[in-house]
């Protein structure tokens, strides 16, 4: 209950990320739904097909922290380098525009909309 009541808690941060709190939610409804297969396997004496449920449950609990893990990942600069060479070398009057307002410690609007339709 402590720890579901605290992944709740970080759902309501407001830095974290869109696909961040959706892998919190998974994950800790993922968790729930494992801890009641067990539960329930061993109330019955162990069927066949809830322990095989329950082993199911289990890939989805390491699939949901696998991918909480991913969406928790910080942006690598060289990550950055290698999107703005291909931007270089795709668009070259786009490139120049976005550096010239890197270079002057600005980012538009309209440079952020440019570089989701880019990448």
Partial sequence: MAITYKAWGLLHLKYLSPPMRNAIQLLVFA???QLGLGVTTI???????LA?????GAMTVL???????????RVDPRHVKNLLGKLRQED????????KHY???KVTAEDVKMANIHF
């Fill in 103 to 105: 270079q002057g410690g």
């Fill in 43 to 49: 109330w019955n004496s162990v069927p066949v097909n």
């Fill in 31 to 33: 968790l729930w739904m």
């Fill in 92 to 99: 070259p009057a786009q490139y120049q525009k976005m550096m």
């Fill in 52 to 56: 095989s449920l329950h082993q199911v």
């Fill in 63 to 73: 699939s949901m922290f696998i991918y909480a893990m991913h969406a928790s990942r």
